[in-house]
Antibody
Framework: EVQLVESGGGLVKPGSSLKLSCVASGFTFSSYGMHWIRQAPKKGLEWIALIYYDSSNKYYADSVKGRFTISRDNSKNTLYLEMNSLRSEDTAMYYC??????????????WGQGVMVTVSS | DIQMTQSPASLSASLGETVSIECLASEGISNDLAWYQQKSGKSPQLLIYAASRLQDGVPSRFSGSGSGTRYSLKISGMQPEDEADYFCQQSYKYPYTFGAGTKLELK
Protein backbone atom coordinates (compact mmCIF):
# COMPACT_ATOMS: atom_id res chain seq x y z
CA GLU A 1 0.00 0.00 0.00
CA VAL A 2 1.36 3.39 -1.02
CA GLN A 3 1.74 5.80 1.88
CA LEU A 4 2.99 9.36 1.95
CA VAL A 5 3.35 10.96 5.37
CA GLU A 6 4.18 14.65 5.66
CA SER A 7 5.59 16.37 8.71
CA GLY A 8 7.28 19.59 9.78
CA GLY A 9 4.45 22.07 9.56
CA GLY A 10 3.47 24.61 12.17
CA LEU A 11 2.94 28.26 13.06
CA VAL A 12 5.78 30.57 12.04
CA LYS A 13 6.32 34.32 11.74
CA PRO A 14 6.64 36.13 8.41
CA GLY A 15 10.18 36.03 7.10
CA SER A 16 11.06 32.80 8.85
CA SER A 17 11.94 29.37 7.48
CA LEU A 18 10.50 25.88 7.71
CA LYS A 19 11.39 22.49 6.25
CA LEU A 20 8.73 19.94 5.39
CA SER A 21 9.38 16.22 5.01
CA CYS A 22 7.41 13.49 3.27
CA VAL A 23 8.26 9.87 3.97
CA ALA A 24 7.17 7.46 1.27
CA SER A 25 6.48 3.73 1.45
CA GLY A 26 4.79 1.02 -0.59
CA PHE A 27 6.48 1.82 -3.90
CA THR A 28 9.96 2.25 -5.35
CA PHE A 29 10.47 5.87 -4.36
CA SER A 30 13.65 6.29 -6.41
CA SER A 31 11.74 5.58 -9.65
CA TYR A 32 9.18 8.38 -9.50
CA GLY A 33 9.02 12.13 -9.74
CA MET A 34 7.54 13.76 -6.66
CA HIS A 35 5.55 16.93 -6.20
CA TRP A 36 4.49 19.44 -3.58
CA ILE A 37 1.01 20.91 -3.93
CA ARG A 38 -0.66 23.34 -1.54
CA GLN A 39 -4.16 24.46 -0.70
CA ALA A 40 -4.88 27.70 1.14
CA PRO A 41 -7.81 27.53 3.58
CA LYS A 42 -11.11 27.20 1.72
CA LYS A 43 -9.27 27.67 -1.59
CA GLY A 44 -8.24 25.63 -4.59
CA LEU A 45 -5.13 23.62 -5.28
CA GLU A 46 -1.79 25.11 -6.33
CA TRP A 47 1.06 23.01 -7.69
CA ILE A 48 4.33 24.41 -6.35
CA ALA A 49 7.23 22.08 -7.14
CA LEU A 50 8.42 18.93 -8.91
CA ILE A 51 11.62 16.95 -8.56
CA TYR A 52 12.59 14.20 -10.98
CA TYR A 53 13.23 10.67 -9.70
CA ASP A 54 16.99 11.22 -9.77
CA SER A 55 16.96 14.92 -8.74
CA SER A 56 18.26 15.83 -12.21
CA ASN A 57 15.51 18.40 -12.77
CA LYS A 58 13.45 20.61 -10.52
CA TYR A 59 10.58 22.92 -11.44
CA TYR A 60 8.79 25.54 -9.38
CA ALA A 61 5.73 27.76 -9.49
CA ASP A 62 6.60 31.44 -9.86
CA SER A 63 4.97 32.13 -6.48
CA VAL A 64 7.70 30.17 -4.66
CA LYS A 65 10.67 30.31 -7.04
CA GLY A 66 13.78 31.57 -5.28
CA ARG A 67 12.27 31.04 -1.82
CA PHE A 68 11.42 27.32 -1.74
CA THR A 69 13.71 24.38 -2.55
CA ILE A 70 12.54 20.86 -3.29
CA SER A 71 14.93 17.98 -2.64
CA ARG A 72 14.89 14.27 -1.99
CA ASP A 73 16.96 11.53 -0.36
CA ASN A 74 16.28 8.29 -2.17
CA SER A 75 18.22 6.31 0.45
CA LYS A 76 15.69 7.48 3.04
CA ASN A 77 12.58 7.43 0.80
CA THR A 78 12.04 11.04 1.80
CA LEU A 79 11.00 14.18 -0.05
CA TYR A 80 11.69 17.64 1.35
CA LEU A 81 10.51 21.20 0.89
CA GLU A 82 12.68 23.91 2.36
CA MET A 83 10.72 27.14 2.67
CA ASN A 84 12.45 30.47 3.29
CA SER A 85 11.22 34.06 3.55
CA LEU A 86 7.74 32.83 4.38
CA ARG A 87 4.81 35.16 3.77
CA SER A 88 1.24 35.19 5.03
CA GLU A 89 0.11 34.05 1.57
CA ASP A 90 2.10 30.83 2.04
CA THR A 91 -0.40 29.78 4.71
CA ALA A 92 -1.84 26.52 3.40
CA MET A 93 -2.11 22.78 3.72
CA TYR A 94 0.92 21.30 1.97
CA TYR A 95 0.58 17.93 0.25
CA CYS A 96 3.27 15.74 -1.20
CA UNK A 97 2.13 13.72 -4.17
CA UNK A 98 3.60 10.89 -6.18
CA UNK A 99 3.95 11.61 -9.87
CA UNK A 100 2.59 9.19 -12.41
CA UNK A 101 3.87 9.23 -15.98
CA UNK A 102 2.92 6.58 -18.52
CA UNK A 103 5.24 7.87 -21.20
CA UNK A 104 2.81 10.48 -22.47
CA UNK A 105 0.57 11.72 -19.68
CA UNK A 106 1.17 12.94 -16.17
CA UNK A 107 -0.89 12.98 -13.02
CA UNK A 108 -0.62 12.76 -9.25
CA UNK A 109 -1.77 9.26 -8.36
CA UNK A 110 -1.19 9.27 -4.60
CA TRP A 111 -1.32 12.11 -2.10
CA GLY A 112 -0.28 12.44 1.50
CA GLN A 113 -2.66 13.55 4.23
CA GLY A 114 -1.14 17.02 4.21
CA VAL A 115 0.64 19.20 6.75
CA MET A 116 -0.54 22.66 7.76
CA VAL A 117 1.75 25.68 7.55
CA THR A 118 0.51 28.92 9.10
CA VAL A 119 2.48 32.13 8.62
CA SER A 120 1.33 34.83 11.02
CA SER A 121 2.80 37.39 13.34
CA ASP B 1 0.87 29.96 -17.67
CA ILE B 2 -2.03 27.83 -18.90
CA GLN B 3 -5.27 28.97 -17.27
CA MET B 4 -7.87 26.31 -16.47
CA THR B 5 -11.42 27.68 -16.33
CA GLN B 6 -13.71 25.24 -14.58
CA SER B 7 -17.51 25.41 -14.53
CA PRO B 8 -19.84 25.44 -12.80
CA ALA B 9 -18.41 26.57 -9.47
CA SER B 10 -21.10 24.61 -7.71
CA LEU B 11 -24.01 22.36 -8.51
CA SER B 12 -26.58 20.29 -6.77
CA ALA B 13 -27.74 16.93 -8.10
CA SER B 14 -30.40 14.41 -7.11
CA LEU B 15 -29.67 10.77 -6.44
CA GLY B 16 -29.15 8.97 -9.75
CA GLU B 17 -28.88 12.17 -11.78
CA THR B 18 -26.14 12.53 -14.38
CA VAL B 19 -23.88 15.54 -13.90
CA SER B 20 -21.16 17.15 -15.99
CA ILE B 21 -18.31 19.44 -15.07
CA GLU B 22 -16.40 21.36 -17.72
CA CYS B 23 -12.83 22.58 -17.92
CA LEU B 24 -11.53 24.99 -20.55
CA ALA B 25 -7.79 25.42 -21.02
CA SER B 26 -6.37 28.72 -22.28
CA GLU B 27 -4.42 26.79 -24.90
CA GLY B 28 -4.36 23.25 -26.25
CA ILE B 29 -3.12 20.68 -23.75
CA SER B 30 -3.15 17.51 -25.88
CA ASN B 31 -5.28 15.51 -23.43
CA ASP B 32 -2.73 15.89 -20.61
CA LEU B 33 -5.55 16.51 -18.18
CA ALA B 34 -6.54 14.88 -14.93
CA TRP B 35 -9.58 15.08 -12.66
CA TYR B 36 -9.42 14.83 -8.87
CA GLN B 37 -12.06 14.37 -6.20
CA GLN B 38 -11.61 15.91 -2.77
CA LYS B 39 -14.03 15.00 -0.01
CA SER B 40 -14.41 17.29 2.97
CA GLY B 41 -11.32 17.27 5.17
CA LYS B 42 -9.51 14.75 2.99
CA SER B 43 -6.70 14.75 0.43
CA PRO B 44 -7.53 14.83 -3.27
CA GLN B 45 -7.80 11.52 -5.11
CA LEU B 46 -7.10 10.86 -8.77
CA LEU B 47 -10.20 9.91 -10.77
CA ILE B 48 -9.24 10.34 -14.42
CA TYR B 49 -5.94 10.91 -16.22
CA ALA B 50 -5.06 11.45 -19.88
CA ALA B 51 -8.47 13.12 -20.18
CA SER B 52 -10.42 9.85 -20.32
CA ARG B 53 -8.52 7.03 -18.59
CA LEU B 54 -10.12 5.80 -15.40
CA GLN B 55 -7.76 5.37 -12.46
CA ASP B 56 -7.74 1.89 -10.94
CA GLY B 57 -10.47 1.44 -8.35
CA VAL B 58 -12.59 4.39 -9.48
CA PRO B 59 -16.25 3.50 -10.13
CA SER B 60 -17.22 3.26 -13.79
CA ARG B 61 -19.94 5.90 -13.37
CA PHE B 62 -17.09 8.42 -13.64
CA SER B 63 -15.91 9.21 -17.16
CA GLY B 64 -13.84 11.88 -18.85
CA SER B 65 -13.83 13.22 -22.37
CA GLY B 66 -12.59 16.10 -24.47
CA SER B 67 -9.73 17.26 -26.61
CA GLY B 68 -7.79 20.37 -27.48
CA THR B 69 -8.87 22.98 -24.96
CA ARG B 70 -12.24 21.58 -23.80
CA TYR B 71 -12.63 18.70 -21.34
CA SER B 72 -15.40 17.34 -19.19
CA LEU B 73 -16.02 14.98 -16.30
CA LYS B 74 -19.31 13.10 -16.20
CA ILE B 75 -20.86 11.25 -13.28
CA SER B 76 -23.55 8.90 -14.58
CA GLY B 77 -25.86 8.45 -11.65
CA MET B 78 -25.08 10.63 -8.65
CA GLN B 79 -24.43 8.71 -5.42
CA PRO B 80 -24.26 10.11 -1.88
CA GLU B 81 -20.53 9.36 -1.71
CA ASP B 82 -19.92 11.56 -4.76
CA GLU B 83 -20.60 14.71 -2.76
CA ALA B 84 -17.20 16.43 -2.95
CA ASP B 85 -15.09 19.09 -4.64
CA TYR B 86 -13.77 18.26 -8.10
CA PHE B 87 -10.70 19.78 -9.74
CA CYS B 88 -9.26 19.54 -13.23
CA GLN B 89 -5.49 19.87 -13.73
CA GLN B 90 -3.20 20.17 -16.74
CA SER B 91 0.29 18.68 -16.93
CA TYR B 92 1.04 19.77 -20.49
CA LYS B 93 3.29 22.67 -19.54
CA TYR B 94 5.01 23.94 -16.42
CA PRO B 95 3.75 25.28 -14.16
CA TYR B 96 1.09 22.62 -13.79
CA THR B 97 -2.21 24.35 -13.09
CA PHE B 98 -5.57 23.44 -11.58
CA GLY B 99 -9.08 24.64 -12.21
CA ALA B 100 -10.73 26.54 -9.35
CA GLY B 101 -12.91 23.58 -8.47
CA THR B 102 -16.57 22.53 -8.55
CA LYS B 103 -18.50 21.87 -5.37
CA LEU B 104 -20.97 19.03 -5.98
CA GLU B 105 -23.76 18.53 -3.46
CA LEU B 106 -26.55 16.01 -3.18
CA LYS B 107 -29.95 17.62 -3.52
Amino acid sequence: EVQLVESGGGLVKPGSSLKLSCVASGFTFSSYGMHWIRQAPKKGLEWIALIYYDSSNKYYADSVKGRFTISRDNSKNTLYLEMNSLRSEDTAMYYCAKGYYDGYYHSFDYWGQGVMVTVSS
Amino acid sequence: DIQMTQSPASLSASLGETVSIECLASEGISNDLAWYQQKSGKSPQLLIYAASRLQDGVPSRFSGSGSGTRYSLKISGMQPEDEADYFCQQSYKYPYTFGAGTKLELK
